[in-house]
Each structure stands twice: as C-alpha cells, then as structure tokens.
C-alpha cells in the first residue's frame, strides 16, 4: 500500500510539539537561530512556516559542517541542520515512523521508538545462549552515512509514499549539501550525520537493502540457526554452521555492493564463539576502556575547576554524574571495571580536595565517609538480559 496524502498531517500543532522536542542547547545551524532564539514569537513562526511548507515556498538550507574526534583518533563529520529544517525534519519523522515502525523487521534495533542499545545487546544474548550458534560475524558498513545512494534512497520511499509533496521535501534535504569555510558544498550522495532525519532514512535504506534481503537468504539458503541484531549501520550474525556464515558473508558483500556500500575490512570479522566454564554460550557487555578513560579525565578536569566549592554542592552534582552513567553502564558482566572507575572518581576527588591550599590534608579515614555519602555504589540497574528481553517480546 502506498500512501498518497501525508502533507496535510504537518500541522501547526505537530510544529509546536517537534519545536519543544529538540535538544534546548542543540548548536546553531548556518542562519545561527538558537533554540532559545526562535521560542520568542514561536506561535508566529511555527503558523508562517506551515503556510511556506503547504505553498511550496519552504527553502532548505545547508547544513553546517563540524567535526568530532573518533576513538580512533580520526575526526567524524556531523551536519549541523538550521533550527526551522529541524522542526520540519522531526514533523516528517513523526508521520514517517507511523508508516515504517509496522514495516521494520523485528531484528532492527537501532534509532526506533521504545528500542535502545541495551535492548540489541538483550536480543543478542538470549540469540546466542538459546539457539546454538557457533559462529558469529560482526558486520561494520564503512561510512554509511555518508555512502547512502541518492536515487536507491528516493526509489526505496517510493514503495511506500507516494505524496510528491513529502517526497520533494525529503529531495531537497538531501541535496542540500553542507557549509564549510564559508563556501557551500552540494551533495552527490549521503545524508549528514546529525541531521534529525538521517536515522529513519538510513534504517529505511537498510531495510531494503539489507534485512529484508537477509530474511530471505536464511529462510532459502541457510543451514541451522541463523539469528540477525542490526543497529544502525552495525549488524550482528550467529550461525551454527561456520561453511554458511562464510557463504553468507560473501553474499553479503555482493548484495551491499549493489547499492554502494562496502564493508569496513578492519572492523567486520568471523568469530568462533566463547563459551563460559559451565560450557554454555555467553555475550560479555565491558565498557570500552578509552571512552572511560574520556569520561575519568572530563570529571577529574571538572572536579578541579570546582575545587573551592562546598563539598555538598560539588557531591550532589557528582552524584548525579556518575549515578546516570551507572545507570546506563551497570550492566551484568560490566561491575568489576565500573567498581575500578568509582575509585578512580574517588581519588581524583580527593585529589581536589587537597589542592585547596598548600596545607590542606585529607585523610583516607575522612574522606572515606564522604565518598559513601555521594559517590553511588556500583550494582546491576538494568534487569538481566532474558529477563528484560522476554518482558518486552511476547
């Protein structure tokens, strides 16, 4: 079924509502418009902006182009879109996902509604614990973002939209192009990273181009168990047999091929599982040991520059800190190095208590009693994988 009419349910209301479900601090795009800047005569705005969107008037600016570093000590280019491409972009996402949520396949995890990181790695560990697979691929598209085939990607929409209106907004976001250095720079192909549009353009590019092509593969080809767990543009295999992880890896690379995509060499691999002293499959989930150090090293500078304030203020914000990152991060398997990165914190705050003054002295005894007092102790906060997984899959 293709849907012929989606303009109309971009309404003034639905501006509003995706306008205050940005980020408050987001950066500026090129125009400069904060999120702050433009509250101030919102009402105004959103109802001009919806008449420029239904006239055809509306005009898509660049994105501006900024870089982040990477783990791996490279830079990663962001797009950063302006304030009013942004409220459309998120109306169209919000019609968009009541379309495409009913047609993801249930393995796709990756920037959907009610679904997160830790929900992949729970339908992983309970993939690989309950259906005997001994082999798994670890699948990385090299630059996905910025490799997504213009044409393929309009061709792909088409299938289920057939609103030209909606789709010639979506054309022009993606021939936008970015700002850089002051010049501007068209686009050929792909979509910028951190665009509020990229991630449901980028699942729905792989849903044709890749799961539902590998549901038909293990359904045809296949020998044993095959389980599936995509994340973006990350994707996860087991395989019982190690001849149809092989064969599958190969078709793999010939079907991406077709649509303009490759494997990242250095970072997509074969495994043999690990089993644990019972004999038994197991998916260990460890915090990458450099973006910890990242987090120690941004909390130790922060503790620092507020050295002279009161022990209660400073505590109470520590607290929060490291609480939320305890939340995401207290995962079973992951407590022994998060219970080595709560000392850490620890001295680092004692450190700065220390460099008060030249005379100031700090015992461990003392200190010990403060530290219980803010610092969160590590425990397990999420359930345990089958337990959450089954929950939330009937």
């Known amino acids: 079924m293709r849907f012929t009419a989606l303009l ?3 309404t003034p209301q639905l501006l509003v509502e995706c306008f205050y479900a940005l980020r408050h601090d987001a950066a500026a795009g090129v125009d400069g418009v904060t999120w702050r800047d433009y509250e101030e005569g919102l009402y105004e705005r959103v109802h001009g902006l919806h008449r420029e969107i239904h006239a055809g008037a509306y005009r898509v600016k660049p994105s501006r182009r900024v870089f982040i570093p990477k783990a791996d000590g490279r830079q990663r280019p962001l797009g ?6 942004k409220v459309v972009q998120q109306a169209v ?5 009541t379309i495409y949520e009913e047609d993801f396949l249930g393995f796709s995890y990756g920037f959907r509604q009610g679904r997160s990181q830790h929900d992949a790695l729970d339908a992983l560990t309970v993939g690989i614990t309950s259906q005997n697979v001994n082999w798994i691929l670890d699948a990385d598209i090299s630059s996905f973002f910025d490799e997504i085939d213009h044409d393929w990607m309009l061709k792909f929409l088409e299938h289920r939209i057939a609103d030209r209106r909606m789709l010639g ?3 022009k976001w993606l021939k936008a192009g970015v700002m850089e250095d002051g010049c501007r720079a068209a686009a050929t192909k792909g979509t910028p990273q951190g665009a509020v549009i990229s991630p449901l353009l980028a699942n729905i590019y792989l849903h044709y181009a890749l799961d539902q092509w590998t549901q038909q593969w293990r359904r045809r080809y296949a020998r044993g168990n095959v389980i ?3 994340y973006a543009d990350d994707s996860v ?5 190690e001849e149809t992880a092989r064969r599958f890896l190969t078709a793999m690379k010939e079907r991406l091929a077709k649509f303009g995509l490759t494997l990242n060499a250095t970072k997509t691999r074969l495994i043999e599982c690990g089993i644990d002293r019972q004999g038994r499959f197991q998916v260990t989930r460890l915090t990458v040991k450099k973006r910890m150090r990242a987090t120690l090293e941004a909390i130790r500078a922060e503790l620092m520059r507020r050295r002279h304030e009161s022990v209660a203020i400073v505590g109470k914000w520590l607290n929060r800190v490291v609480q939320g990152y305890f939340n995401y991060h207290a995962v079973p398997g992951n407590l022994y190095r998060l219970a080595g990165m709560r000392s850490e914190i620890g001295r680092a705050w004692r450190h700065a208590l220390m460099r008060r003054s030249q005379r100031h002295r700090l015992s ?15 425990r397990n906060m999420p359930p ?8 939330s899959h009937t």
């Open 228 to 230: 599936v767990v995509r």
């Open 169 to 171: 907004l979506i054309r």
């Open 237 to 241: 295999f087991g395989f019982k047999i």
């Open 384 to 391: 345990y994988p089958e337990e959450r997984f089954y929950a």
């Open 8 to 10: 109309h349910h971009i």
């Open 93 to 97: 996402v919000t019609v968009l996902n």
């Open 80 to 85: 950063i879109a302006s304030l009013e491409d």
């Open 364 to 378: 461990w005894h003392r200190f010990s009693r403060i530290a219980e007092r803010f610092i969160p102790i590590v």
